[in-house]
């Protein structure tokens, strides 16, 4: 076996007796180095998996489109609460809203009670519309709707 830095034939051990390299300990670092490069590779591979189901799952989701010449505003929800939503300036005006209060009103109310709510009074703040895409929650009741500017 020779020396993989100076050439010099390896008599009795990995040490090297001319420039001192160990051999050995060269080979278990390259060894190291390529587990290194493995692991990147298949977290890079686990987070873009991650990712594309992100992707995929957002777009089947089901949402409240709004919009208007004073901002839009998409809320998206699955069966029983809101798991995000997306303001977006136009005219630099914008849609707050405050997720909290609106989980807090989902849980007393319900959720199709908040989002027809939230429709409501969207369309008659802004002159704008709301559509729903995806699977339209059913109301509990009609007789009591809430009342986003008075809730009681
Ligand atoms: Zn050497």
Not at 27 to 40: S, T
Not at 98 to 110: E, F, H, P, Q, T
């Amino acid at each position: 076996m020779k020396c993989k830095n100076c050439g010099t034939e390896l008599i009795d051990d990995s040490i090297c007796d001319f420039c001192g390299l160990d051999n050995n300990k060269q080979e278990e670092n390259a060894k190291n180095y390529n587990g290194l490069i493995a692991v990147i590779i298949i977290v890079v591979s686990l987070l873009t998996l991650l990712g594309l189901i992100i992707c995929i799952s957002n777009e089947k989701s089901n949402k409240l489109i709004c919009k208007s010449e004073r901002g839009n505003i998409t809320i998206i929800y699955d069966d029983e609460i809101i798991t995000n939503y997306k303001s977006v300036v136009v005219n630099n005006s914008q849609f707050v809203m405050n997720y909290d209060y609106s989980v807090k009103l989902i849980r007393k109310y319900g959720l199709a009670e908040f989002l027809d709510a939230l429709k409501t009074l969207f369309e008659e703040d802004s002159n704008g519309s709301c559509k729903y895409e995806g699977v339209i929650p059913k109301m509990k009741s009609e007789s009591n709707p809430l009342d986003l500017r008075n809730p009681k």
